[in-house]
């Protein structure tokens, strides 16, 4: 028209939107733990127990993670001050290890727990009697499972539904039970000694030789629990009772340590022992992050 031509208008370039980053899911392995200690009815709490935080595997590095209860022998001069002891002790050679490349773990448990006793056995005693303890420990590097054992506290292991004992209980019983085994008395006559869970290896001796140790790792699975108690635990409440309170639904993972215990005191309200329970749970977690 009127022979001007007319420009197509221009449209505006669209304003970029920024781009909404998208959170990527991925699993990691994680040591999840937890510890819960309880004086039940007695006047004097003689357990104590440590467990390293709960801590993510790292893919480039060992990771090493320490669990231990004591269980101070209350008849002697001072159960406290030895299971406090037997802790600190083998926290404080836990953390010189704890980052080293490379360690012997059995070697540096029965290290440890040769000088333990030696330091237990030499307090003063009191009318002649002395302090003494017993002990459990686990140091789990990455997904593979050392422990030891002096005295009658336990390790069990949760794996699929099942509860297995990897630990022998310390007392006279041992000695009742290979004799038993080598024909020289009756499991009848065994059953009537007096004595059966007098311990017969404990920390706190001055010369224990008697302890379990394995020599070779216990490789963990996604789901695996480990369990270390004192007989406070296991003398009130039966094996079935503590698995089906680690493997029920109904209560929270971060609860059952607490369960545990508040289930051995509820079943023994008159004269319950101290009762100290650590569980370490090899889990796989999400992990979120946004790219």
């Known amino acids: 028209m009127f022979g001007i031509k007319r420009r197509k208008a221009v449209q505006p370039e669209p304003i970029p939107q920024p781009v909404q980053s998208k959170p990527v899911i991925r699993t990691v392995p994680q040591m999840t733990t937890l ?12 357990d104590a127990l440590y467990v390293s935080d709960s801590k993510i595997l790292a893919a480039n590095k060992k990771t090493r993670l ?28 836990f953390k010189n290890i704890e980052k080293a ?19 237990i056995s030499s307090f003063p005693k009191e009318n002649g009697r002395g302090s003494g303890t017993t002990m459990v420990a686990c140091i789990v590097e990455d997904n593979k499972l050392y422990w030891a054992s002096v005295g009658d506290s336990r390790i069990y292991i949760i794996r699929n539904h099942q509860m297995q004992q990897v630990t022998r209980d310390h007392n006279y019983w041992l000695r009742l039970q290979e004799k038993v085994a080598a024909g020289q008395m009756t499991m ?66 971060a609860q059952k340590a607490e369960a545990l215990v508040e289930a051995a005191t509820h079943a023994n309200s ?22």
């Open 35 to 46: 510890a819960r200690s309880s004086v039940g009815n007695r006047n004097y709490q003689q």
């Open 66 to 93: 320490l669990a231990v209860v004591c269980d101070g022998m209350g008849g002697m001069a001072d159960g406290g001050k030895a299971s406090r002891t037997g802790i600190q002790m083998m926290v404080q050679g």
């Open 101 to 119: 490349p490379q360690v012997n773990i059995p070697a540096f448990f029965q290290q440890g727990i040769y000088a333990i006793d030696q330091v």
């Open 188 to 253: 009848e006559e065994a059953m009537a000694q007096r004595h059966k869970e007098a311990l017969i290896s404990y920390l706190g001796m001055g010369n224990v030789s008697l302890m379990d140790i394995n020599t070779e790792p216990f490789t963990m699975q996604y789901g695996d629990m480990i369990m270390l108690c004192s007989d406070g635990i296991t003398k009130t409440l039966p094996d079935a009772q503590i698995k089906k309170i680690i493997l029920a639904d109904e209560v929270k993972p």
């Open 270 to 291: 008159h004269s319950q022992d101290n009762t100290s329970v650590v569980l370490v749970h090899y889990e796989e977690v999400d992990i979120k992050k946004h790219h």
